[in-house]
């Protein structure tokens, strides 16, 4: 069974701080997706990781996969009170047909 | 663009009643997934489909069928409805095995 571990499961920072949040597993993944979700809405994807050590930059958010492809972390730079959310990280692998999710980070910018 | 669109938003029933929550897409997608999402559970996979006539199940199947007639619409069937069921139940379709999934605004179910 491949589980994806979410850590923080609940940050609350002020804004213009710098915050990371992890998304770990055993498994190996051929991909790695990163979704932000606000309260009454779907998952909305943020970015896609697919070779081990990648990073992506999308405006104050940096998400680097590992460089075995079983870990990614998601690193947010002068926290925004936008920035305010549910982030989930969710895998695919070569072996099944699944997108597995992790628990998700719920993250509190204080204005 | 439609997307992803799931019906209906919200419902109520009794435990033992029965009903399907629809989702279809317009994007020609192969891929579409049913979750479930509870509080301080994230989203868990409970059947999905690689293509029209083929499905499987996921990590939480029991009390749920499915079934894949075409490639625009997966409904998810609750046979005999249990309280344990009531959550957030998300409709996502992709259109390739690794591509990112575009997921509905959800339906709201609560078994009383």
């Known amino acids: 069974t491949q589980l994806l571990e979410q850590s923080p499961q609940f940050l609350s920072i002020q804004e213009g701080e710098n915050l990371t949040v992890y998304c770990n597993s055993s498994?190996?993944?051929?991909?790695l997706q990163w979704y932000r979700q606000e309260p009454g809405e779907g998952p909305v994807l943020l970015v896609t990781?697919?070779?081990?050590?990648e990073v992506k930059k999308l405006k104050r958010l940096t998400f680097q996969f590992g460089d075995a492809r079983k870990d990614s972390s998601l690193h947010i730079t002068a926290a925004q009170p936008g920035d305010t959310g549910l982030y989930l990280c969710a895998g695919a692998t070569n072996r099944d047909d699944k997108i597995i999710f992790g628990k998700g980070t719920r993250l509190h910018i204080l204005p | 663009n439609a997307g992803v669109t799931q019906t209906p938003k919200f419902q109520v029933l009794k435990t033992g009643q029965s009903m399907t929550l629809q989702c279809a897409q317009d994007m020609n997608h192969e891929y579409m997934s049913w979750y479930r999402q509870d509080p301080g559970m994230g989203l868990r996979l409970i059947h999905y489909s690689v293509g029209a006539g083929i499905t499987d199940q996921g990590e939480v199947p029991n009390g749920y069928n499915v079934s894949r007639s075409t490639t625009e619409d997966f409904p998810l069937r609750l046979l005999s409805a249990a309280p344990s069921q009531t959550s957030v139940y998300f409709c996502a379709s992709r259109r390739q095995a690794d591509q990112p999934q575009h997921f509905g605004d959800g339906t709201r179910l609560s078994i009383l």
């Open positions: 498994s190996v993944f051929s991909s």
């Open positions: 990781v697919v070779t081990g050590g």
